[in-house]
């Protein structure tokens, strides 16, 4: 079974731009997770969704960030205007279906270079 | 709180010793979970434990979710060269009402090097 996909893997942009990270969880996961890794601050949750609804927002650092869940199989992360602060590994993970829902499956990253 | 604190903070071991490390709280956990992290991956999930006094093995790696429920061990037994990478603990957050719904407290993570 494909695990947690992720794209990009690496984004490079400058200051300003919008960025957007994708996820795909794994097929029957009804719980997605949106997670940002710095070595300051190391995994910090941003927010998480249920049956595609968000859940829990409240480490999403500031409005520049939102999250989407049109779907079971597709999330977005926009980060709109980017600034060079939120460069950092962004993880994607799923839990649920018939494994227990803390079992979270992390995808691959993408790791984001904001200059 | 509910803060996971993970320690060594890092080790540097030859090929073929054994490996303990160990993760507490002040907050009781229901679940324990252990992560390892290769450079350039994320997480992946090693065992689980979901019961106080439980000790659950997943091949060279053993983890036991400690008796007052405040700890967690992982040791690794004749670490080889691919064992090197972050390891995690992980437990979910209780909220104001005691329970938890998936969402995940992170420790620090111990670094570990293998020596050949």
């Known amino acids: 079974d494909a695990g947690v996909i992720q794209s990009p893997r690496h984004e490079v942009t400058e200051m300003g731009q919008e960025v957007t990270l994708r996820c795909k969880p794994i097929s029957g996961h009804d719980y997605l997770f949106w997670y940002r890794q710095t070595m300051m601050r190391g995994l910090e949750l941003l927010i998480y969704?249920?049956?595609?609804?968000?859940?829990?927002d409240s480490g999403m650092p500031e409005d520049r960030f939102s999250a989407k869940m049109p779907n079971a199989s597709f999330s977005t992360l926009k980060i709109q205007p980017s600034e060079p602060r939120d460069s950092a590994v962004y993880f994607c993970?799923?839990?649920?279906?018939?494994?227990?829902?803390?079992?979270?499956?992390f995808g691959p990253g993408t790791r984001l270079t904001v200059l | 709180g509910q803060q996971l604190n993970q320690s060594p903070q890092s080790m540097f071991i030859q090929e073929g010793e054994d490996v303990s490390m160990n993760c507490t709280s002040s907050s009781i956990f229901n679940t324990w979970l252990w992560y390892k992290q290769d450079p350039g991956e994320g997480p992946v999930l090693l065992i689980a434990?979901?019961?106080?006094?439980e000790l659950t093995s997943n091949g060279r790696l053993t983890a036991q979710f400690g008796i007052t429920r405040k700890d967690s061990f992982l040791n690794i037994s004749a670490s080889i060269p691919s064992d090197v990478g972050i390891y995690f603990c992980a437990g979910p957050r209780a909220n104001a009402g005691g329970t938890s719904y998936g969402k995940l407290t992170f420790g620090q993570g111990t670094i570990l090097t293998v020596h050949p």
């Open positions: 993970a799923s839990s649920g279906g018939l494994a227990h829902y803390n079992e979270q499956f």
């Open positions: 434990l979901y019961k106080a006094g």
């Open positions: 969704f249920n049956n595609n609804v968000p859940i829990d």
